[in-house]
């Protein structure tokens, strides 16, 4: 007798098995804590949601963004800026 256990999206019923091939399932939960912090967390409501439901709704997204890189000025552009205003001016 075989034991299987079996994982279903609460938003859109996809069900999912331990051994198939994984579209990741996580908790998501709603958690009220007042704003001073003085009293410890309750975790209000938790359901299980697929990754897609969640990339869909753009609630989370767990592949990582790639940032744009940043230019940085360089010495050099500062120069190149001063030179070319000079030629600029005398032209
Ligand atoms: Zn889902």
Request: with cysteine; aromatic share 8%; net charge negative.
């Amino acid at each position: 007798m075989a034991y299987h256990q079996t994982w279903t999206c609460d938003l859109c019923q996809h069900e999912q098995r331990k051994s198939m091939e994984p579209r990741s399932l996580y908790e998501m939960s709603v958690t009220a804590i007042r704003a001073d912090r003085r009293y410890q967390a309750h975790t209000l409501h938790t359901t299980l949601v697929c990754e897609d439901c969640l990339k869909e709704r753009k609630l989370y997204n767990p592949e990582p963004t790639r940032a744009e890189p940043q230019y940085v000025t360089t010495f050099e552009d500062m120069l190149r800026e001063i030179v070319r205003e000079e030629i600029e001016a005398k032209g």
